[in-house]
RNA sequence: GGCCCGUUCGUCUAGCGGUUGAGGACACCGCCCUCUCAAGGCGGAGGUCACGGGUUCGAAUCCCGUACGGGCUACCA
């Protein structure tokens, strides 16, 4: 599959499509790291390219397989899907970064054979006495190369007796920059005396991560990265990797962070920050995708609902912002409700199933039987809630058979009031009429003479009925209310309701 | 401290030198509808385009400073 495209130095050239999504398994799949994975598969499902899931498990401290797990059960739910990764497989594999230390290996191995790298065996201390004597005098607090000036015989001697040490880059001495065009931020310049000969690999034996990301994303044939922009200042460094590999550097392109309201970088502090803590909320993940989607990118500045088909059509990396965004849950809100609308009574029923059962108002046996019940709910509740962990709240009052729970404050205001006996009575006595149809029409034309006959308004009349039915002044509406609960629970309830009313 | 990046209504954004008295969406306000709450319809308020200099006949759009914010500056990723 090959696109064409503008390369780094402005030239069409061919050159086969693949971008990566690589998280690291220390928790859950935030709502950044969420829009990263979305505009990767997003920005390879529209140029006919590879989508591949990579795990970056090197910090064994933090990473889990439970974690790892998790983020592939978000993605999932996200609806995206890739090409190659830990659960897929794929020919550039493993994709998990703790199975490929021998690929780091052989790498590192290449680089000493080529003189790309020099053993260092300066300690921590002293590198940190270093750098604080050099920020004291305000210069640059890099390392400062004192063992790339050692000698050919006393580096061999000092590893022949084993003295711990690590392996750094050697930086090329005769440039000045390191320069590249960033497919979101534009052309990025950084002077050469602002990098130095970095770590590659610890005395440990295990690998940096700006070594590895180059070696995973050059052996994985990854022709653009596209991840957070808090990577943009290792860019360079890991472009001088790339050189030292003597393989041309991925295109790239960096996202803006997400923020929290407070405009600091979205984290648990401003709640449910993971996509999995919004779907425990009952968000549908059409919604959340859309909106991520246009949380740094948009269609065409007028477009705010889209579907997924529309994302991977038109996605663009030129149309990514490149400032930061902050996250609007109210946004999120309403474009939950626009979807849940769009849902449909069967689909928003199993939608609503997991939250009926955790809540104990019904159990999936009474939904199967009675699924026609459930799917009248849908076209009452929907436009009154955001989110399917609302929807309970919400309906609770039509499950409780005769009986309610009366809200104290509704009964104060519309129950106590006088004239609420009269209008109890008046309905029990026109709801007793077994000819009476029972839908919503029927109900509606014969109570609706109560306000004329007691000579009180129907807002007085109504609010009273919706108290003693629904337990609130509060509800979905009466009529279909009245139809859900059945003839002889609204009768009940009624009744039960005298003995408040004035 | 140094380097890199960013800055359009409260928020997400459109805008890529003139058709813009800066457009859309969320939120907000009002009216209509109405059995409550919503939803919906209609309308409104809200931006000296961070600030200061330039360049230009003309700048939100280009250049340079300043301020503010973020990132990197680790044997974290």
């Known amino acids: 599959m090959f696109q064409r495209f503008s390369g780094n130095d402005g030239s069409l050239m061919n050159q086969t499509i693949r971008v990566r999504f690589a998280p690291s398994p220390t928790g859950k799949l935030h709502i950044g790291g969420a829009r990263t994975a979305l505009y990767n598969w997003a920005f390879a499902r529209k140029n006919g390219g590879s989508f591949v899931l990579r795990i970056e498990d090197t910090d064994t401290e933090r990473s889990t397989p439970e974690n790892t797990a998790q983020i592939i059960r978000s993605l999932r739910w996200l609806g995206l899907s890739w090409d190659e990764g830990p659960d897929a497989g794929g020919s550039y594999g493993p994709y998990l970064q703790s199975e490929r ?14 003189g790309r790298v020099y053993p260092c065996f ?4 002293e590198l940190e006495a270093r750098r604080e004597a050099a920020q004291a005098e305000k ?8 063992c790339r000036a050692l000698s ?16 750094r880059l050697k930086l090329p001495l005769d440039r000045k920059t390191v320069d590249f065009d960033d497919l979101v931020f534009g052309q990025i310049s950084v002077p050469m005396e602002q990098l130095d000969d970095f770590i590659l690999l610890r005395t440990d034996g295990t690998p940096t991560y700006n070594f590895v990301v180059c070696v995973d994303d050059a052996q994985m044939r990854i022709s653009h990265v596209i991840r957070g922009d808090d990577h943009l200042s290792n860019t360079p460094k890991q472009i001088l990797v790339y050189e030292a590999m003597d393989t041309p550097p991925p295109a790239f392109a960096h996202l803006s962070m997400i923020l929290g309201a407070d405009g600091k970088r979205l984290s648990k502090r401003h709640g449910a920050a993971s996509v999995e803590d919004w779907r425990e909320e009952g968000y549908l993940s059409d919604a959340l995708v859309n909106y991520l989607a246009l949380l740094g990118w948009s269609l065409d500045g007028e477009t705010s609902i889209m579907s997924r088909a529309t994302l991977t059509s038109h996605f663009s990396l030129a149309r990514v912002s490149r400032n930061p965004a902050v996250f609007d849950p109210e946004k999120l809100a309403w474009m939950n409700q626009v979807y849940l609308k769009a849902l449909g009574a069967s689909a928003f029923v199993d939608a609503w199933e997991p939250y009926l059962v955790h809540d104990g108002l019904a159990t999936a046996g009474d939904i199967a039987e009675r699924r026609a019940w459930f799917e009248a709910v849908y076209p009452l509740v929907v436009e009154r ?24 404050e509704s009964v104060e205001k519309c129950l106590e009031p006088e004239g609420s006996l009269a209008i109890l009575e008046a309905a029990l006595a026109l709801l007793g009429d077994e000819a009476l149809c029972w839908d919503a029409e029927a109900l509606e034309a014969t109570l609706r003479t109560i306000p004329e006959l007691l000579g009180l308004k129907p807002r007085q009349v109504f609010q009273a009925l919706r108290v003693a039915v629904c337990g609130n002044r509060v509800s979905l509406p009466l009529f279909e209310s009245m139809v859900l609960l059945g003839r002889d629970a609204c009768v009940e309830r009624l009744e039960r309701a005298r003995e408040f009313a004035g």
């Open 152 to 167: 050919e015989a006393e580096v061999a001697e000092r590893l022949a007796r084993g003295t711990a040490h690590t392996w």
């Open 139 to 146: 210069r640059y607090s890099g390392y400062d190369r004192s």
């Open 122 to 125: 300066c300690t921590p201390e």
């Open 385 to 408: 809630i955001h989110t399917l962990g609302e929807v309970d709240e919400k309906t609770a009052y039509l499950f409780g058979g005769g009986t309610v729970a009366l809200d104290e």
């Open 101 to 114: 230390t021998a690929v780091y290996a052989a790498v590192l191995e290449q680089l000493k054979a080529r």
